[in-house]
Nanobody, 123 residues
């Protein structure tokens, strides 16, 4: 079984919306920090949003007010709702999990990664 499976990527025009899903196996989403990272060509990987085991969420300044992270405990799935997408949101998006319920800022602090899903926003 693959621990994290992402879905929902694609291409959209600026101002559009997309929802990413991250289906989690092997453990409950309420026991781990789950995060969404993104990496664009030539740029560093950045944490976009995360949700701790206790439900505390974090957003990068660049996405505040536009993106929302949530989870469905029954489905053991984490979501990233992205609204008012901009061309600068174009990147490969990854779901990641770390041992423990607290979230951390760096990708190196996450232990399990999904395969990634591409988001392309045209102007």
């Amino acid at each position: 079984q693959v621990p994290l499976v992402e879905s929902g990527g694609g291409s959209v025009q600026g101002g559009g919306s997309l929802r990413l899903s991250c289906a989690v196996s092997d453990y409950s989403v309420t026991t781990r920090c789950l995060a969404w990272f993104r990496q664009a060509p030539g740029k560093e990987r950045e944490r976009v949003a995360s949700i701790s085991g206790s439900g505390t969420s974090y957003y990068a300044d660049s996405v505040k007010g536009r993106f929302a992270i949530s989870r469905n405990n029954a489905k053991n799935t984490v979501y990233l709702d992205m609204n008012n997408l901009k061309p600068e949101d174009t990147a490969m998006y990854y779901c990641a999990a770390r041992t423990g319920w607290r979230c951390r800022p760096l990708g190196s602090e996450y232990h399990v990664w999904g395969q990634g899903t591409q988001i392309t926003v045209s102007s």
